[in-house]
């Protein structure tokens, strides 16, 4: 069993930050790709950012310069620092890993359950 684990999601004023986590843990082997995603009401999930295990990013243009994508790679664990924040970044927050499983050889998908993220004076 795998879970994903995100926290640090709330209300907060316009100009403000945030800072989520997400923790991965259960029977893995290795994770590839971690990153955030996120979905307003009445619209479709979209890419936030992205980050390898390397360490490589990308960002979603409408993040660049306000969002930084990070991971320890050690706990398992991917960070999300939100700066600046505009009520359009106001969504629910998804965390995604492709990872192998333990005693498996694939590379799947797996996904929190979400937290809120409210910008809102």
């Known amino acids: 069993q795998v879970q994903l684990v995100e926290s640090g999601g709330a209300l907060v004023q316009p100009g403000g930050s945030l800072r989520l986590s997400c923790a991965a843990s259960g029977s893995i082997f290795s994770i590839n790709a971690m990153g955030w995603y996120r979905q307003a009401p009445g619209k479709q999930r979209e890419l936030v950012a992205r980050i390898t295990s390397g360490g490589s990013t990308n960002y979603a243009d409408s993040v660049k310069g306000r969002i930084t994508i990070s991971r320890n790679n050690a706990k398992n664990t991917v960070y999300l620092q939100m700066n600046s924040l505009k009520p359009e970044d106001t969504a629910v927050y998804y965390c995604?890993?492709?990872?192998?499983?333990?005693?498996?050889?694939?590379?799947?998908?797996?996904w929190g359950q979400g937290t809120q993220v409210t910008v809102s004076s």
């Open positions: 995604n890993a492709d990872l192998i499983r333990e005693g498996s050889w694939y590379l799947r998908g797996y």
